[in-house]
């Protein structure tokens, strides 16, 4: 049987909206801001095969994902960010429309997540 990860993990998200108050919603718009720029720039740095550059942007967005308990999206980044290291561009594209289509769905899923907390 397959096992479904969801994008975020719900639980310790509700636990880091208690910790940080109001300055949750500045963390979610910084997130939002971040994964933006970051899959931009990762972008940019594949296609120039800028493997130091894709190394250092994979890994802060890694962070950004742990930062809000979302391990799928960290475990994407983390594969781009060892490939930077020897794998073909080919490689890399793929591993960057893995990271996209994480961000997307962390997105929706804090989206969902919010709009349930506001009901």
């Known amino acids: 049987m397959i096992e479904t990860v969801e994008p975020i993990n719900i639980s310790a998200l509700d636990t880091l909206k208690l910790v940080l108050g109001s300055d949750f919603p500045e963390l979610l718009r910084d997130f939002n801001h971040h994964c ?8 940019v740095a594949i296609a120039k095969v800028d493997r ?18 979302a391990k799928p999206l ?28 994480a961000v997307k769905e962390v997105i929706a899923a804090l989206e969902h997540w919010a709009y349930q907390d506001h009901r």
């Open 36 to 43: 933006t720029n970051d899959l931009i720039k990762l972008e």
């Open 52 to 69: 130091a550059a894709i190394r250092d942007i994979a890994h802060s967005l890694k962070g950004s994902a742990l930062s809000l308990h």
């Open 74 to 101: 960290a475990d994407y980044c983390a594969v781009v960010e060892a490939a930077a290291v020897s794998s073909s561009p080919a490689d890399l594209e793929q591993g960057i429309l893995q990271v996209r289509e």
